[in-house]
């Protein structure tokens, strides 16, 4: 018969399952059984478990244990599932009152002396905890800041494992409190002022901003491709709550939050350098896939400096992503999904040798072509905007005209972002990026006269059909920057001039 029961949570991607763990003392000789496919850190918590209760001035029970851990058919794995066994065996064990522990879910790993550690995915446990009618969480104390965001929890902190057993006996003051939502100050991102000419990449960054666009920066090396990508988070509005807690429950699991301002409040922009494997890339993993760059990148900015650098399996790994918004992976114990619904910036050069002109090349025209060919038809397909950087050809201002900062550009697109939600947010979208074509064609179709050099494209398969909504996409972002309540013919021949930059 079953003794005693406590709650805990098993995570697949940044999605929650509450597990019921069981514990039965007695029927067969002394030793300590976990049940319920445990993976090999969970199996080994029986050892840690044990170790914790004893340094904690508590005896182990000197008869089997059985700890059951439901579903049954469900893989479990890592370390957090330590309390909640713990308080599962003492409750059974009758060492302390099974009353405090009918509605709450443990989270954390315990140390050989009782200390309790944090552990990856507090949030998104918490998450399904609360959807799974669990009113009370006992997490971590270093935990707790992150544990505080879900709102509708009672959430307390422990450091020891004493402290929630005397909790349990009725100490109310034993756990800790959160405390005041501490926000983190991201620093200020570099200014668009610091940038030298490029008018023409200035004003494609501006539209990439304002519509969350995919871009191509193409030029020499040293005319500031990297400069101008790191410049666009300073452009994007900050993250709504709905948006701040999807990133923030990634980078939980990802292991990647700050313990006191755990709430991430502003778009990541996330680099990997061109060496990066696919695994670290799209995330990947033994039992079940931990989340990648693309992941961590999600409402934010995954810039690939040197893209023509990266190996083709890597950029085109990025498609499916950059299509649905999400990546789905598969390993031996489950298929997990990650949002990925990032903004893509690729920088690169255009040939292997990168002269400061290209007119200096000594490349063979099939090198060139081999070396801008990683970045495949496919991919630039789903790239909206394309642009060719200028050669910088003197360091003086034209003029001595200071060119615009990012807080005056970062107006126009807070502008312009506030009239597509406006028109977008009765479909539940926010940007013009996320509208699908067939909306766009269907029902927020434009004159034909409008779209008749976009027509012409299609008919000598100049743009795809894929291409062609993209550029709809684009003419959208160029008439909310303009003020203008629809696009015009001529928004709708920038657009495309963006996609007719080609890369070689």
């Known amino acids: 018969?079953?003794?005693?029961?406590?709650?805990?949570?098993?995570?697949?991607?940044?999605?929650?399952?509450?597990?019921?763990?069981?514990?039965?003392?007695?029927?067969?000789?002394?030793?300590?059984?976990?049940?319920?496919?445990?993976?090999?850190?969970?199996?080994?918590?029986?050892?840690?478990?044990?170790?914790?209760?004893?340094?904690?001035?508590?005896?182990?029970?000197?008869?089997?244990?059985?700890?059951?851990?439901?579903?049954?058919?469900?893989?479990?794995?890592?370390?957090?599932?330590?309390?909640?066994?713990?308080?599962?065996?003492?409750?059974?064990?009758?060492?302390?009152?099974?009353?405090?522990?009918?509605?709450?879910?443990?989270?954390?790993?315990?140390?050989?002396?009782?200390?309790?550690?944090?552990?990856?995915?507090?949030?998104?446990?918490?998450?399904?905890?609360?959807?799974?009618?669990?009113?009370?969480?006992?997490?971590?104390?270093?935990?707790?800041?992150?544990?505080?965001?879900?709102?509708?929890?009672?959430?307390?902190?422990?450091?020891?494992?004493?402290?929630?057993?005397?909790?349990?006996?009725?100490?109310?003051?034993a756990l800790a409190r959160p405390g005041e939502a501490a926000v983190a100050q991201a620093a200020a991102p570099p200014d668009l002022v610091d940038v030298v000419g490029q008018p023409e990449a200035r004003w494609a960054l501006e539209v990439a901003a304002a519509g969350s666009h995919h871009i191509l920066l193409l030029g020499p090396p040293g005319t500031g491709k990297t400069m101008l990508a790191k410049r666009l988070p300073g452009l994007l509005p900050p993250l709504p709550r709905e948006h701040a807690l999807e990133v923030t429950a990634i980078h939980s699991v990802a292991g990647d939050l700050a313990a006191e301002s755990p709430l991430i409040t502003v778009p990541p922009f996330i680099a990997p350098h061109h060496t990066t494997s696919v695994p670290a890339l799209v995330g990947g993993g033994v039992g079940v896939a931990k989340p990648g760059a693309i992941s961590k990148a999600h409402r934010g900015i995954l810039f690939l400096?040197?893209?023509?650098?990266?190996?083709?399996?890597?950029?085109?790994?990025?498609?499916?992503?950059?299509?649905?918004?999400?990546?789905?992976?598969?390993?031996?114990?489950?298929?997990?999904?990650?949002?990925?619904?990032?903004?893509?910036?690729?920088?690169?050069?255009?040939?292997?040798c990168a002269p400061p002109r290209e007119a200096d090349c000594t490349c063979a025209p099939y090198a060139r072509r081999r070396y801008l060919a990683r970045l495949s038809g496919p991919l630039l397909d789903r790239v909206d905007l394309r642009v060719r950087m200028r050669p910088i050809t003197a360091m003086s201002r034209a003029g001595d005209v200071t060119p615009e900062c990012t807080a005056t550009v970062r107006a126009r697109v807070e502008e312009a972002r506030a009239r597509a939600a406006c028109r977008w947010s009765p479909h539940g979208w926010q940007t013009n990026a996320e509208a699908p074509g067939p909306a766009l064609r269907r029902d927020f179709s434009l004159p034909r006269e409008v779209t008749a050099l976009l027509d012409r494209g299609l008919n000598t398969g100049a743009v795809t059909a894929r291409g062609a909504d993209r550029c709809l996409r684009v003419a959208w972002t160029l008439a909310d920057l303009a003020g203008?309540?629809?696009p015009t013919a001529d928004h709708v021949a920038t657009a495309l001039e963006f996609r007719e930059r080609r890369a070689a």
């Open 1 to 173: 018969m079953v003794l005693a029961r406590a709650w805990s949570v098993a995570l697949f991607g940044v999605d929650g399952i509450t597990v019921e763990i069981e514990a039965d003392i007695g029927g067969g000789k002394p030793r300590t059984q976990i049940v319920g496919l445990p993976d090999a850190a969970l199996n080994e918590a029986k050892d840690r478990v044990r170790a914790a209760v004893r340094n904690s001035g508590i005896q182990w029970p000197d008869q089997l244990v059985t700890l059951a851990l439901s579903p049954a058919a469900l893989p479990k794995g890592g370390s957090g599932y330590d309390l909640a066994l713990a308080t599962a065996v003492l409750v059974a064990d009758r060492k302390i009152p099974p009353d405090a522990f009918a509605d709450t879910v443990l989270l954390g790993e315990l140390a050989l002396d009782g200390r309790l550690r944090t552990v990856r995915g507090v949030l998104p446990c918490l998450l399904a905890a609360r959807r799974a009618g669990l009113r009370r969480a006992i997490v971590p104390e270093r935990a707790l800041a992150e544990a505080s965001l879900v709102s509708g929890l009672d959430v307390h902190g422990a450091a020891t494992l004493s402290q929630v057993l005397a909790w349990a006996r009725g100490d109310t003051e």
């Open 305 to 352: 400096d040197e893209a023509a650098e990266f190996h083709a399996d890597r950029l085109e790994a990025l498609r499916t992503a950059l299509e649905e918004g999400e990546i789905r992976l598969a390993r031996r114990d489950a298929v997990v999904h990650y949002p990925a619904r990032f903004q893509l910036v690729l920088a690169t050069n255009t040939c292997p």
């Open 484 to 486: 203008a309540p629809a």
